[in-house]
């Protein structure tokens, strides 16, 4: 080990591991460190029910992943990632057993909502199409750490995103496209009327046109080990049951790149208050089961897609995310759901299904939401209850134990509402440096934000090496 490392990570999830990458891809020295005894953070899989049942405990559908430019540029096909593709990205049944769709296909998403809202809707992602590399670069490289390649499509992205999802719904006269549109804006956990949430609700929509919402071959876990045999080749090492506590039981560096939460960041550097105004948003309630059969939904293309919404009207969604950002565990929750096993056999035995379902609960609530999902996905597949063998349960205070980052359960790492959204963990130009200048953070506390796609850690990379380049 040289006596003075360039830089070193502490968090081995997705964000860090990219930030490793990207610096050791530039030649520069790096180790990271990981307080549990596997990497991962939330792209990881694991036997959570029976033998031979392989559940992702957090992300499972990767619809940024797959169009990620900082994934697109690693060769990580060559380590084992391949993308799996249902044959429907989402669908969102109703309870008359049809379904609004989120189709590769512009014209099939679009004939879904019906006459009245398809024309409105084609004509809504149509200065988008074909522009997805483009646009994802810009958009997801905000702030200042890349010049926009389009800054015309970027700045009509802005003029159709900023505004709250509320606003971009009034576009369309029927439920169907405005309930689909609600439900997309909520994988943040962001109520609907918040500062640029109609750009949350976009973005997932022309991802699934551009590149579809894929899983990855054999669970999430794939998408981490292929980062570190990815680092380990270019040189950089991965310590894993190492917690840090405090900055001096480091190597001695050049630089430090936290993936963790920025109050930990800040406890572990001592900075003090710095991000004593960073808000953790609300939770929730996840359920992993092992399945005897494909969930038995009434409408036809909630059987194809690898993602199925739960919670038709856009009332129900508003009013769940309301109740939950508001501390009430709502009765009647809005549902998001995975199925890895129409796409993947080698997720469960021969005949069987992996499930993945959860709802929004407040931040640290200690309750059991079971009764209530379970209600919630029999109204739209009767008999679900009959098909299930196992399941395990993670409410907030499990998810915190899973993942530090996850404080008081938020697994978006931070409120994804009001200006928190765009500009996370602080009100800066730099969001990834912090008062010592050494030491950065790259979690999705940072832009562009939760998911499982690497920019925060790439974003935070070119932090990095430009104070390495200046320091000599």
Partial sequence: ???????????????????????????????????????????????????????????????????????????????????????????????????????????????????RDAGTYRRLVAPYLGKWDTLARDFMSLPLTALPRDPLTLARFGIDGLPPSTWLMRRFRDEKARALFAGLVAHVIAPLGGIATGAVGLVFALAAHAGGWPMARGGSQSISDALAAYLRDLGGTIHTGFEVKRLDELPPARSYVFDTSPTALARIAGL????????????????????????????????????????????????????????????????????????????????????????????????????????????????????????????????AARNANYVGGDIACGAASGLQLVLRPKLSLFPYATKHPAVFICSSATPPGPGVHGMSGHNAAKAVWRHLRVAG
Avoid at 46 to 54: H, N, Y
Avoid at 80 to 86: K, V, Y
Avoid at 291 to 315: K, Y
């Fill in 272 to 399: 003090g208050r710095a991000y004593e105004n960073y808000r953790y948003g609300a939770s929730v309630f996840k359920i992993d089961y092992a399945l005897d059969g494909a969930v038995p939904w009434t409408a036809e293309e909630a059987r194809r897609a690898g993602t199925v919404q739960v919670g038709p009207s856009t009332g129900e969604i508003d009013t769940a995310l309301r109740q939950a950002s508001g501390g009430t565990a709502p009765e009647t929750p809005f549902l998001i759901t995975a199925q890895p096993s129409l796409v993947d056999p080698s997720r469960a035995p021969e005949g069987k299904q992996v499930f993945w379902a959860y709802g929004h609960v407040p931040q640290g609530w200690d309750g059991d939401l079971t009764e209530a999902i379970e209600r919630q996905i029999e109204r739209f597949a009767p008999g679900f209850r009959d098909l299930i063998l196992a399941r395990a349960t993670a409410g907030p205070p499990e998810l």
């Fill in 1 to 115: 080990m040289p006596s003075m490392l360039d830089a070193v990570v502490v968090g081995a999830g997705p964000n860090g591991l990219t930030a490793a990458v990207e610096l050791a891809r530039r030649g520069f020295s790096v180790e990271v460190f990981e307080a549990r005894d596997t990497i991962g953070g939330g792209a990881r899989t694991e036997e959570l029910t029976l033998p031979g049942f392989r559940h992702d405990p957090c992300s499972a559908v990767h619809p940024l992943g797959a169009g990620s430019p900082a994934f697109n540029a690693m060769p990580l096909g060559r380590y084992g990632l391949e993308w799996l593709h249902a044959e429907l990205p989402m669908a969102h049944p109703w309870d008359d057993g049809t379904a609004a769709v989120l189709s590769r296909s512009v014209a099939e998403t679009a004939a879904s909502f019906g006459s």
